[in-house]
């Protein structure tokens, strides 16, 4: 199993400010297939990032993925009041699909 | 418009059993494999299996592989997760998705999640 782990667990930041997150595989993750997700609180999560790089229909172009084999990076360029939220990578190259434990983005 | 529609939620006792279901519409629903994850209170997102309603290919986690059964009713649109004795440790939102035609792929919809709630 592809075990993911994210950091840092919460990244306390001002709106405008760029926010950097860290997702790393214990294994090279194939293709890359790698996905990037935000929830916000009782909502489903939003896929973000597929492919480790494109942007899924409607994801402004302040997100960006990027990253491969066993580090990625979800950079959000200037954070929107509606972007503090819980993200999520997720790997999709091995089974069981795995999720990393989240990184929290909230507002300092 | 690709809509996932769950059920509602759920309270039921330890040891009993239950059926929850995901109806999609808006797309060809035997051409997209439909997963289901679990979240349980305040904690990620789990990856519990997923099928393919075209041939009803399913694939589990091993971590619920035995717990949980997955099926589809392509008449229906309808995809359902299923226990046979639910235990409290059951207790958890679960959310439908929708991949793409190939099992290796993200989820790019959601269903708005079945609240189980499993206590005695």
């Known amino acids: 199993e592809i075990v993911l782990t994210q950091s840092p667990g919460t990244l306390s930041l001002s709106p405008g400010e760029r926010a950097t997150l860290s997702c790393r595989a214990s294994q090279s993750v194939g293709s890359p297939f790698l996905a990037w997700y935000q929830q916000k609180p009782v909502q489903a999560p939003r896929l973000l990032i597929y492919g480790a790089s494109s942007r899924a229909t409607g994801i402004p172009d302040r997100f960006s993925g990027s990253g491969s084999g066993t580090n990625f990076t979800l950079t959000i360029s200037r954070l929107e009041p509606e972007d503090f939220a819980v993200y999520y990578c997720q790997q999709y190259g091995r089974s069981p699909l795995t999720f990393g434990p989240g990184t929290k983005v909230e507002i300092k | 418009e690709v809509q996932l529609v769950q059920s509602g939620p759920e309270v039921k006792k330890p040891g009993e059993s239950l059926k929850i279901s995901c109806q999609g519409s808006g797309y060809r629903f035997s051409s997209f494999w439909i997963g289901w994850v679990r979240q349980m209170p305040g904690k990620g997102l789990e990856w519990m299996g997923s099928?393919?309603?075209?041939?009803?290919?399913?694939r589990y986690s091993p971590s619920f592989q035995g717990q949980v059964t997955i099926s589809v009713d392509k008449s229906m649109n309808t995809a359902f997760l299923q226990w046979s004795s639910l235990k409290a440790s059951d207790t958890a939102m679960y959310y439908c998705?929708?991949?793409?035609?190939?099992?290796?792929?993200?989820?790019?919809?959601w269903g708005q999640g079945t609240r189980v709630t499993v206590s005695s």
């Open positions: 998705a929708r991949g793409s035609y190939d099992f290796w792929s993200g989820y790019s919809f």
């Open positions: 099928i393919y309603p075209g041939d009803s290919d399913t």
